[in-house]
């Protein structure tokens, strides 16, 4: 069974930051894993989404990395701003394409 | 991409009773799936609806608490029956998009608090 871990569970830093947060899964039989973000009481955004056959993929001040062998992958957030502060949750997609596993997420604060 | 739109927004109902969410999609789509995201929790897929069959429910999740219909290719219900405390949630539907990724979309969530 699929078990994705995020970390860390909680992050606070000052404006202007450049931050990275991990995720991690325990089978690499995957389709893709995307990033997505959730502010309080909402629903998910799509932040970005890598294919297993890629390496990372750019959008903006993101830069999300997988390292599909090792069954891992880093949001990187580059001069972190007060609208960045949201829950930042990583899923992975089977094979199948009918399963996806999310993490438990990252709760990031910016403080300006 | 696809865009959802979730009725209600958030909702707040007394113990016994039942609230049915709507998920509309602007696309057609084979599968939905309904999420339950528990107060700072993860989400949790309780079930994808196929339109034309029964849902197929995880473990933990029975058709006579969370009822679901499917009955097009754009639209689908959850229903929360006979809520308790526990219930109090955010229920989310998605969908995967077919193109050259495969990519998943959620709705806005229901936030619903159960009295």
């Known amino acids: 069974k699929q078990e994705v871990t995020q970390i860390p569970a909680a992050l606070s830093v000052p404006e202007g930051e450049n931050l990275v947060l991990n995720c991690s899964f325990t089978?690499?039989?995957?389709?893709?894993l995307q990033w997505f973000r959730q502010d309080p009481g909402k629903g998910l955004t799509s932040l970005l989404l890598?294919?297993?056959?890629?390496r990372e993929q750019t959008s903006g001040r993101l830069n999300a990395s997988l390292d599909k062998s090792s069954g891992r992958s880093t949001l990187y957030i580059a001069a972190s701003q007060p609208g960045d502060s949201a829950t930042y949750l990583c899923a992975v997609l089977n094979n199948a394409g009918n399963m996806l596993t999310f993490g438990g997420g990252t709760r990031l604060m910016v403080k300006p | 991409s696809a865009v959802i739109s979730q009725k209600p927004s958030r909702d707040i109902c007394q113990r016994g009773t039942s609230l049915t969410i709507q998920c509309q999609v602007d696309?057609?789509?084979?599968?939905m799936f309904w999420y339950r995201q528990q107060p700072g929790q993860s989400l949790t897929l309780i079930a994808t609806a196929n339109q034309g069959s029964e849902a197929t429910y995880e473990s933990g999740f029975v058709i006579d608490k969370f009822p679901i219909s499917r009955p097009n290719l754009t639209f689908s219900t959850l229903t929360v029956s006979n809520m308790s405390p526990e219930d109090s949630s955010i229920y989310l539907c998605?969908?995967?998009?077919?193109?050259?990724?495969?990519?998943?979309?959620f709705g806005q969530g229901t936030r619903l608090t159960v009295v």
């Open positions: 998605s969908v995967e998009v077919f193109t050259r990724n495969t990519e998943a979309f």
């Open positions: 696309s057609q789509v084979t599968m």
């Open positions: 089978d690499s039989a995957i389709y893709n």
């Open positions: 890598i294919q297993s056959s890629q």
